[in-house]
């Protein structure tokens, strides 16, 4: 099956990737780490197919949130046929701290 979407993550959401991986290195073990990884990837590969599978984001027009895992919930937007994530957001985390621009 052909992939109708592609999907680009934002230098805000690469930062974010960056530090959770780093935090579960360092407080976890490489097969949480790896388990987390494995999980972005399969969330990945939906939204190539059907960015339309995660919830709408309320409070923004046209933003998507998908929980990854428990803790971290990953904000994006499709433009065209483009998906973009913009942010991966801890969850335990005061909800005004969110940017989503």
């Known amino acids: 099956m052909e992939n109708s979407y592609h999907v680009i993550i934002s230098n805000r959401a690469e930062e974010n990737l ?16 790896n388990n987390f990884i494995d999980k972005l990837k399969e969330i990945i590969a939906l939204l190539e197919v059907n960015p339309l599978l995660f919830e709408k984001y309320s409070r923004k ?38 940017k989503l621009f």
């Open 18 to 33: 960056d530090q959770i991986i780093a935090y579960l290195e360092l407080e976890w073990n490489e097969v949480v780490k």
């Open 61 to 98: 027009k046209n933003i998507h949130k998908c929980l990854i895992t428990k803790h971290n919930a990953m904000y994006y937007r499709i433009i065209d046929t483009t998906v973009e994530i913009i942010t991966i957001h801890d969850t335990r985390r005061n909800p005004n701290t969110l």
